[in-house]
Protein backbone atom coordinates (compact mmCIF):
# COMPACT_ATOMS: atom_id res chain seq x y z
CA UNK A 1 0.00 0.00 0.00
CA UNK A 2 1.42 3.72 -1.02
CA UNK A 3 2.13 5.64 1.76
CA UNK A 4 -0.23 9.15 2.08
CA UNK A 5 0.83 12.25 3.03
CA UNK A 6 -1.60 14.55 4.37
CA UNK A 7 -3.32 16.91 1.56
CA UNK A 8 -1.56 20.66 2.65
CA UNK A 9 -4.36 23.78 2.84
CA UNK A 10 -4.48 26.09 0.38
CA UNK A 11 -5.40 29.38 1.96
CA UNK A 12 -5.53 33.28 0.28
CA UNK A 13 -5.62 36.44 2.39
CA UNK A 14 -6.51 39.51 1.00
CA UNK A 15 -6.05 42.60 2.54
CA UNK A 16 -5.23 46.17 2.45
CA UNK A 17 -3.79 47.38 4.89
CA UNK A 18 -1.25 46.19 7.62
CA UNK A 19 -3.93 46.14 10.71
CA UNK A 20 -6.13 43.92 7.97
CA UNK A 21 -3.58 41.73 7.11
CA UNK A 22 -2.64 40.84 10.68
CA UNK A 23 -5.97 39.99 11.41
CA UNK A 24 -6.47 38.46 8.22
CA UNK A 25 -3.69 36.09 8.56
CA UNK A 26 -4.16 35.12 12.09
CA UNK A 27 -7.74 34.32 11.63
CA UNK A 28 -7.21 31.72 8.78
CA UNK A 29 -4.06 30.10 10.75
CA UNK A 30 -6.54 29.70 14.04
CA UNK A 31 -9.75 28.96 11.33
CA UNK A 32 -8.19 26.15 9.23
CA UNK A 33 -9.51 22.85 9.49
CA UNK A 34 -7.01 19.51 10.53
CA UNK A 35 -5.56 18.20 6.84
CA UNK A 36 -7.58 15.17 5.57
CA UNK A 37 -5.86 11.96 5.28
CA UNK A 38 -7.08 8.90 3.19
CA UNK A 39 -4.50 6.89 4.82
CA UNK A 40 -2.14 7.60 8.11
CA UNK A 41 0.69 10.14 7.12
CA UNK A 42 4.07 8.73 7.30
CA UNK A 43 6.05 9.31 10.32
CA UNK A 44 7.44 13.38 10.30
CA UNK A 45 5.06 13.99 7.54
CA UNK A 46 3.75 18.23 8.11
CA UNK A 47 0.74 19.40 5.82
CA UNK A 48 1.33 22.87 7.40
CA UNK A 49 -1.42 24.93 5.48
CA UNK A 50 -0.05 26.97 2.54
CA UNK A 51 -1.00 30.53 3.02
CA UNK A 52 -0.51 33.25 0.04
CA UNK A 53 -1.14 36.74 0.94
CA UNK A 54 -2.19 39.27 -1.64
CA UNK A 55 -2.13 43.17 -0.53
CA UNK A 56 -4.25 45.46 -2.79
CA UNK A 57 -3.31 48.25 -4.21
CA UNK A 58 -4.31 51.54 -2.38
CA UNK A 59 -3.13 54.43 -0.21
CA UNK A 60 -2.94 51.90 2.75
CA UNK A 61 -0.79 49.49 1.22
CA UNK A 62 1.92 48.30 4.10
CA UNK A 63 5.33 48.97 3.88
CA UNK A 64 7.80 46.11 4.75
CA UNK A 65 8.54 47.76 7.76
CA UNK A 66 4.93 47.29 8.73
CA UNK A 67 4.78 43.86 7.02
CA UNK A 68 8.16 42.93 9.47
CA UNK A 69 6.14 44.88 12.65
CA UNK A 70 3.20 42.32 12.16
CA UNK A 71 5.23 39.21 12.07
CA UNK A 72 2.82 36.96 10.33
CA UNK A 73 5.10 34.97 7.73
CA UNK A 74 3.38 34.04 4.14
CA UNK A 75 4.75 31.33 1.25
CA UNK A 76 3.86 34.11 -1.11
CA UNK A 77 2.65 37.79 -0.70
CA UNK A 78 2.22 40.23 -3.54
CA UNK A 79 0.59 43.63 -4.46
CA UNK A 80 -2.28 43.03 -6.63
CA UNK A 81 -5.43 45.16 -8.12
CA UNK A 82 -9.09 44.24 -7.52
CA UNK A 83 -8.94 42.81 -11.32
CA UNK A 84 -5.09 41.08 -11.06
CA UNK A 85 -6.54 39.53 -7.88
CA UNK A 86 -9.81 37.77 -9.50
CA UNK A 87 -7.69 36.85 -12.25
CA UNK A 88 -5.20 35.56 -9.47
CA UNK A 89 -9.01 33.09 -7.78
CA UNK A 90 -9.37 31.63 -11.52
CA UNK A 91 -5.65 30.71 -11.81
CA UNK A 92 -4.97 29.00 -8.53
CA UNK A 93 -7.11 26.98 -6.28
CA UNK A 94 -7.67 27.41 -2.86
CA UNK A 95 -9.40 25.60 0.50
CA UNK A 96 -9.76 28.79 2.19
CA UNK A 97 -10.20 32.76 1.40
CA UNK A 98 -10.14 35.29 3.98
CA UNK A 99 -11.32 38.86 3.10
CA UNK A 100 -9.72 41.24 5.26
CA UNK A 101 -10.93 44.44 4.21
CA UNK A 102 -12.84 47.59 4.39
CA UNK A 103 -16.76 46.95 3.94
CA UNK A 104 -16.97 48.15 0.29
CA UNK A 105 -13.71 46.28 -0.96
CA UNK A 106 -15.71 42.92 0.44
CA UNK A 107 -18.43 43.29 -1.20
CA UNK A 108 -16.77 44.55 -5.05
CA UNK A 109 -14.64 40.73 -4.49
CA UNK A 110 -17.48 38.84 -3.33
CA UNK A 111 -19.09 40.04 -6.53
CA UNK A 112 -16.47 39.83 -8.57
CA UNK A 113 -15.69 36.25 -7.47
CA UNK A 114 -19.07 35.06 -8.29
CA UNK A 115 -18.40 36.18 -11.89
CA UNK A 116 -15.00 34.47 -11.93
CA UNK A 117 -16.15 32.02 -10.46
CA UNK A 118 -19.70 31.33 -12.30
CA UNK A 119 -18.90 28.06 -14.38
CA UNK A 120 -16.29 26.96 -12.02
CA UNK A 121 -17.21 23.07 -10.27
CA UNK A 122 -15.98 24.11 -6.83
CA UNK A 123 -14.52 27.11 -5.19
CA UNK A 124 -12.71 28.02 -1.74
CA UNK A 125 -14.75 28.73 1.78
CA UNK A 126 -15.12 32.73 1.75
CA UNK A 127 -14.60 34.47 5.05
CA UNK A 128 -14.50 37.91 6.02
CA UNK A 129 -14.92 39.69 9.14
CA UNK A 130 -13.96 42.63 11.40
CA UNK A 131 -10.21 43.58 12.73
CA UNK A 132 -11.96 44.95 15.73
CA UNK A 133 -14.23 47.01 18.07
CA UNK A 134 -17.55 47.76 16.16
CA UNK A 135 -18.30 50.74 17.33
CA UNK A 136 -19.38 52.65 14.57
CA UNK A 137 -21.32 52.03 10.81
CA UNK A 138 -23.05 48.47 12.05
CA UNK A 139 -25.58 48.11 9.41
CA UNK A 140 -23.91 49.30 6.86
CA UNK A 141 -20.76 47.33 7.34
CA UNK A 142 -22.24 44.23 7.99
CA UNK A 143 -24.60 44.38 4.48
CA UNK A 144 -21.28 44.80 2.68
CA UNK A 145 -20.03 42.36 4.07
CA UNK A 146 -23.02 39.72 3.72
CA UNK A 147 -22.66 37.03 1.06
CA UNK A 148 -19.20 35.14 2.32
CA UNK A 149 -19.73 31.99 3.73
CA UNK A 150 -18.84 32.85 7.35
CA UNK A 151 -19.14 36.56 8.47
CA UNK A 152 -16.62 36.38 12.04
CA UNK A 153 -18.11 37.91 15.01
CA UNK A 154 -15.35 38.72 17.34
CA UNK A 155 -17.56 38.53 20.41
CA UNK A 156 -20.73 36.93 21.77
CA UNK A 157 -22.18 40.24 21.50
CA UNK A 158 -21.27 41.09 18.59
CA UNK A 159 -22.67 37.50 17.28
CA UNK A 160 -26.06 38.67 18.63
CA UNK A 161 -25.58 41.94 17.30
CA UNK A 162 -24.81 40.67 13.60
CA UNK A 163 -27.28 38.07 13.07
CA UNK A 164 -29.93 41.01 15.11
CA UNK A 165 -29.28 42.79 11.68
CA UNK A 166 -29.30 40.55 8.91
CA UNK A 167 -32.69 39.04 10.55
CA UNK A 168 -34.07 42.50 10.52
CA UNK A 169 -33.93 43.00 6.81
CA UNK A 170 -34.40 39.53 5.64
CA UNK A 171 -31.38 38.54 5.06
CA UNK A 172 -29.72 34.76 5.53
CA UNK A 173 -27.79 35.23 8.93
CA UNK A 174 -26.92 31.68 8.92
CA UNK A 175 -23.27 33.15 7.66
CA UNK A 176 -22.53 34.85 11.56
CA UNK A 177 -19.98 32.75 13.26
CA UNK A 178 -18.83 33.36 16.91
CA UNK A 179 -15.08 33.72 17.56
CA UNK A 180 -12.98 35.98 19.24
CA UNK A 181 -9.76 38.30 17.94
CA UNK A 182 -7.38 36.33 16.85
CA UNK A 183 -4.57 38.22 18.10
CA UNK A 184 -5.03 37.65 21.68
CA UNK A 185 -2.31 35.37 23.73
CA UNK A 186 0.33 36.45 25.62
CA UNK A 187 1.61 35.68 29.48
CA UNK A 188 -1.06 36.47 32.21
CA UNK A 189 -0.10 39.78 34.35
CA UNK A 190 1.84 38.79 37.49
CA UNK A 191 2.42 41.55 39.18
CA UNK A 192 4.39 44.85 38.80
CA UNK A 193 7.73 45.37 36.64
CA UNK A 194 10.56 47.34 37.71
CA UNK A 195 10.50 49.74 36.31
CA UNK A 196 6.68 50.16 36.53
CA UNK A 197 5.88 51.04 33.23
CA UNK A 198 2.63 52.89 31.76
CA UNK A 199 2.43 52.24 27.81
CA UNK A 200 -0.03 55.12 26.02
CA UNK A 201 -1.27 52.83 22.80
CA UNK A 202 -2.18 55.98 20.38
CA UNK A 203 -4.82 55.48 17.48
CA UNK A 204 -3.88 57.07 14.03
CA UNK A 205 -7.44 58.54 13.85
CA UNK A 206 -8.94 59.04 17.24
CA UNK A 207 -9.17 61.56 18.61
CA UNK A 208 -8.76 63.71 15.27
CA UNK A 209 -8.35 67.33 16.56
CA UNK A 210 -4.78 69.03 16.96
CA UNK A 211 -6.14 70.11 20.22
CA UNK A 212 -7.33 66.96 21.81
CA UNK A 213 -4.32 65.03 20.99
CA UNK A 214 -2.10 67.58 22.12
CA UNK A 215 -3.75 67.60 25.35
CA UNK A 216 -3.48 63.66 25.59
CA UNK A 217 0.19 64.47 25.03
CA UNK A 218 0.33 66.62 27.55
CA UNK A 219 -1.60 64.40 29.94
CA UNK A 220 1.03 61.51 29.11
CA UNK A 221 4.03 64.41 29.92
CA UNK A 222 2.73 65.26 33.12
CA UNK A 223 1.98 61.68 34.41
CA UNK A 224 5.86 60.87 33.30
CA UNK A 225 7.38 64.02 35.40
CA UNK A 226 4.94 63.21 38.38
CA UNK A 227 6.43 59.79 38.68
CA UNK A 228 10.38 60.08 37.12
CA UNK A 229 10.65 56.60 38.87
CA UNK A 230 7.99 55.07 36.03
CA UNK A 231 8.77 54.58 32.70
CA UNK A 232 6.43 56.19 30.03
CA UNK A 233 6.09 54.76 26.93
CA UNK A 234 3.91 55.84 23.84
CA UNK A 235 3.17 53.30 21.82
CA UNK A 236 2.84 54.52 18.11
CA UNK A 237 1.42 52.55 15.06
CA UNK A 238 3.34 53.96 12.26
CA UNK A 239 6.42 56.09 11.74
CA UNK A 240 5.90 59.14 9.78
CA UNK A 241 4.66 58.59 5.96
CA UNK A 242 3.25 55.42 6.76
CA UNK A 243 -0.16 54.86 6.39
CA UNK A 244 -2.61 52.02 8.22
CA UNK A 245 -6.29 51.07 8.78
CA UNK A 246 -7.03 54.77 8.87
CA UNK A 247 -5.71 58.08 7.86
CA UNK A 248 -3.49 60.05 10.30
CA UNK A 249 -2.82 63.35 9.62
CA UNK A 250 -1.34 64.82 12.79
CA UNK A 251 1.15 62.20 14.03
CA UNK A 252 1.76 62.15 17.64
CA UNK A 253 5.72 62.15 16.63
CA UNK A 254 5.43 65.72 14.94
CA UNK A 255 3.36 66.44 18.18
CA UNK A 256 5.52 65.77 20.93
CA UNK A 257 8.60 67.40 18.92
CA UNK A 258 6.81 70.72 20.41
CA UNK A 259 6.76 69.16 24.20
CA UNK A 260 9.60 69.31 26.49
CA UNK A 261 9.33 65.76 27.49
CA UNK A 262 11.12 64.26 30.28
CA UNK A 263 13.62 61.10 29.85
CA UNK A 264 11.59 58.47 31.21
CA UNK A 265 8.82 59.40 28.07
CA UNK A 266 10.09 57.26 25.10
CA UNK A 267 8.41 56.33 21.79
CA UNK A 268 8.05 52.70 20.95
CA UNK A 269 7.16 51.00 17.60
CA UNK A 270 6.38 47.04 17.36
CA UNK A 271 4.33 43.99 17.67
CA UNK A 272 2.32 45.16 20.68
CA UNK A 273 2.06 41.94 22.38
CA UNK A 274 5.54 42.57 22.83
CA UNK A 275 5.21 45.28 24.72
CA UNK A 276 2.25 44.33 26.92
CA UNK A 277 4.92 41.70 28.27
CA UNK A 278 6.89 44.61 30.13
CA UNK A 279 3.23 46.72 30.78
CA UNK A 280 1.84 47.28 34.12
CA UNK A 281 -0.87 49.95 33.03
CA UNK A 282 -2.27 50.43 29.58
CA UNK A 283 -3.89 53.72 28.70
CA UNK A 284 -6.14 54.13 25.70
CA UNK A 285 -8.80 56.35 24.28
CA UNK A 286 -10.48 53.34 22.51
CA UNK A 287 -8.01 50.83 20.90
CA UNK A 288 -8.20 47.10 20.56
CA UNK A 289 -5.21 46.86 22.63
CA UNK A 290 -7.06 47.47 25.54
CA UNK A 291 -8.86 43.95 24.83
CA UNK A 292 -5.78 42.42 24.26
CA UNK A 293 -4.58 43.89 28.11
CA UNK A 294 -8.15 43.01 29.49
CA UNK A 295 -7.12 39.09 28.20
CA UNK A 296 -3.53 39.01 29.65
CA UNK A 297 -5.60 40.43 32.60
CA UNK A 298 -3.21 44.29 32.87
CA UNK A 299 -4.79 46.97 34.44
CA UNK A 300 -6.67 48.91 31.68
CA UNK A 301 -8.08 52.21 31.58
CA UNK A 302 -9.97 53.40 28.82
CA UNK A 303 -9.89 57.67 29.12
CA UNK A 304 -13.18 59.77 29.49
CA UNK A 305 -11.00 63.13 29.79
CA UNK A 306 -12.31 64.27 26.26
CA UNK A 307 -16.15 62.75 27.13
CA UNK A 308 -17.80 58.92 26.31
CA UNK A 309 -18.99 59.47 22.38
CA UNK A 310 -19.94 57.70 19.95
CA UNK A 311 -17.01 59.46 17.75
CA UNK A 312 -14.30 58.53 19.86
CA UNK A 313 -15.12 54.89 20.14
CA UNK A 314 -14.85 54.49 24.01
CA UNK A 315 -18.78 54.34 24.58
CA UNK A 316 -17.88 50.68 23.51
CA UNK A 317 -16.50 50.07 26.66
CA UNK A 318 -19.56 51.27 28.89
CA UNK A 319 -20.08 48.61 31.12
CA UNK A 320 -16.21 47.33 31.36
CA UNK A 321 -15.13 49.04 34.40
CA UNK A 322 -12.15 50.56 32.84
CA UNK A 323 -13.44 53.62 32.53
CA UNK A 324 -11.25 56.72 34.27
CA UNK A 325 -9.51 59.82 33.91
CA UNK A 326 -6.03 60.88 34.02
CA UNK A 327 -6.78 62.80 37.08
CA UNK A 328 -8.36 59.58 38.46
CA UNK A 329 -5.46 57.86 37.58
CA UNK A 330 -2.73 60.35 38.82
CA UNK A 331 -4.52 60.05 42.42
CA UNK A 332 -4.03 56.22 42.41
CA UNK A 333 -6.80 54.94 40.94
CA UNK A 334 -6.84 51.35 39.50
CA UNK A 335 -9.98 50.00 37.42
CA UNK A 336 -11.56 46.41 38.08
CA UNK A 337 -13.03 45.24 34.97
CA UNK A 338 -16.27 43.91 35.26
CA UNK A 339 -16.12 40.05 34.45
CA UNK A 340 -19.64 39.62 32.71
CA UNK A 341 -18.68 42.49 30.54
CA UNK A 342 -15.50 41.08 29.50
CA UNK A 343 -16.65 37.44 28.80
CA UNK A 344 -19.48 39.13 26.48
CA UNK A 345 -16.20 40.90 24.41
CA UNK A 346 -14.83 37.91 23.61
CA UNK A 347 -11.79 38.63 25.43
CA UNK A 348 -11.62 35.05 27.23
CA UNK A 349 -9.89 36.18 30.41
CA UNK A 350 -11.11 32.70 31.84
CA UNK A 351 -9.25 30.25 29.56
CA UNK A 352 -11.74 29.64 27.32
CA UNK A 353 -9.37 31.33 24.23
CA UNK A 354 -8.29 27.83 22.77
CA UNK A 355 -11.69 27.22 22.04
CA UNK A 356 -12.68 30.05 20.36
CA UNK A 357 -12.63 29.38 17.01
CA UNK A 358 -13.28 25.80 17.29
CA UNK A 359 -17.47 26.67 15.75
CA UNK A 360 -15.58 28.42 12.57
CA UNK A 361 -12.96 25.18 12.09
CA UNK A 362 -15.81 22.69 12.45
CA UNK A 363 -18.46 25.29 9.88
CA UNK A 364 -15.71 25.31 7.16
CA UNK A 365 -14.80 21.44 7.28
CA UNK A 366 -18.52 20.67 6.80
CA UNK A 367 -18.74 23.50 3.94
CA UNK A 368 -15.30 21.92 2.08
CA UNK A 369 -17.10 18.85 2.53
CA UNK A 370 -20.65 19.42 0.92
CA UNK A 371 -21.71 16.95 -1.51
CA UNK A 372 -21.90 18.48 -4.74
CA UNK A 373 -19.28 21.50 -3.59
CA UNK A 374 -20.71 24.96 -2.52
CA UNK A 375 -23.49 27.31 -4.09
CA UNK A 376 -22.54 30.45 -5.87
CA UNK A 377 -22.22 33.34 -3.57
CA UNK A 378 -25.04 35.22 -3.08
CA UNK A 379 -24.53 38.99 -1.36
CA UNK A 380 -27.75 40.61 -0.31
CA UNK A 381 -26.89 44.07 -2.10
CA UNK A 382 -27.95 43.49 -5.97
CA UNK A 383 -28.77 45.09 -8.81
CA UNK A 384 -32.05 45.20 -7.95
CA UNK A 385 -32.16 45.60 -3.77
CA UNK A 386 -29.24 48.35 -4.52
CA UNK A 387 -29.47 49.95 -7.71
CA UNK A 388 -28.20 53.23 -6.48
CA UNK A 389 -25.23 52.22 -4.17
CA UNK A 390 -24.00 48.64 -5.30
CA UNK A 391 -22.70 50.10 -9.01
CA UNK A 392 -20.75 53.14 -7.71
CA UNK A 393 -19.47 50.48 -4.74
CA UNK A 394 -18.08 48.35 -7.75
CA UNK A 395 -16.82 50.98 -9.65
CA UNK A 396 -14.83 52.23 -7.12
CA UNK A 397 -12.76 48.75 -7.79
CA UNK A 398 -13.08 49.16 -11.32
CA UNK A 399 -16.04 46.37 -11.64
CA UNK A 400 -19.34 46.52 -13.60
CA UNK A 401 -22.14 45.64 -12.17
CA UNK A 402 -22.48 42.18 -13.39
CA UNK A 403 -19.17 41.55 -11.12
CA UNK A 404 -17.09 41.40 -14.07
CA UNK A 405 -13.78 43.68 -14.02
CA UNK A 406 -14.01 46.69 -16.52
CA UNK A 407 -12.43 46.97 -20.11
CA UNK A 408 -9.01 48.94 -19.05
CA UNK A 409 -9.09 48.22 -15.47
CA UNK A 410 -6.24 48.42 -13.75
CA UNK A 411 -4.23 44.99 -13.77
CA UNK A 412 -1.67 42.97 -11.99
CA UNK A 413 -0.92 40.55 -14.22
CA UNK A 414 2.93 40.74 -13.66
CA UNK A 415 4.96 42.77 -11.45
CA UNK A 416 5.16 46.75 -12.50
CA UNK A 417 8.86 47.76 -13.76
CA UNK A 418 11.33 49.90 -12.05
CA UNK A 419 10.27 52.91 -13.29
CA UNK A 420 6.27 52.32 -12.47
CA UNK A 421 7.32 51.42 -8.46
CA UNK A 422 9.33 54.72 -8.78
CA UNK A 423 6.36 56.33 -9.43
CA UNK A 424 3.97 54.67 -7.92
CA UNK A 425 6.12 55.30 -4.08
CA UNK A 426 6.54 59.04 -4.66
CA UNK A 427 3.00 59.14 -5.68
CA UNK A 428 2.24 57.35 -2.33
CA UNK A 429 4.51 59.88 -0.49
CA UNK A 430 2.62 62.88 -2.19
CA UNK A 431 -0.39 61.46 -1.07
CA UNK A 432 0.93 60.97 2.31
CA UNK A 433 2.28 64.22 2.30
CA UNK A 434 -0.61 65.87 1.01
CA UNK A 435 -2.44 64.35 3.98
CA UNK A 436 -0.61 64.88 7.05
CA UNK A 437 1.11 67.98 5.79
CA UNK A 438 -1.19 69.64 3.53
CA UNK A 439 -4.60 69.32 4.60
CA UNK A 440 -3.99 70.26 8.42
CA UNK A 441 -3.02 73.96 7.12
CA UNK A 442 -5.12 74.33 4.41
CA UNK A 443 -7.99 73.09 7.44
CA UNK A 444 -6.65 75.93 9.66
CA UNK A 445 -6.68 78.66 7.09
CA UNK A 446 -10.41 77.68 6.45
CA UNK A 447 -10.78 78.58 10.53
CA UNK A 448 -9.36 81.79 10.26
Request: glycine share 10%; aromatic share 6%.
Given at each position: MPVSTPKRPRIAVLADSDTRWKWGALTADRIVPEPSMETAPREGAQAHPRLDGFLLRGRATPTPRQLEEVGVRADSLREVTAAGFLRAMTEESYD?????????????????????????????????????????????????????????????????????????????????????????????????????????????????????????????????????????????????????????ELPYQKLVQSLDAPANLRLVYGNMGEVLDRTDLLVTVSSTAALESLHRRIPTVVLTDLGIRESLGNHHFVGSGCLASWDQLDAGHRPAPDEEWVSRQGVAADGTYGFAFDAARERIAALLDRPGGLPPLAPYYTPVTAPGYLPGILARHHLGPDGAPLPGAPAAGKDPGPVRQIVRRAARGAYRHGVQRVAPVIRRMGEL
Open positions: LLVLSLVGGGVQAMLHGLKHVWENRAARPVVVTGYVGVVYEKLADGLLLRHGADLVLANSRQDADRFRAVYEGVGADASAVTEVALPFLGGAPYEGRHDPHTVVFAAQPSVPESRKDRTYLLNRLVQHARRHPEREVLLKLRSKPGEHTTHIE
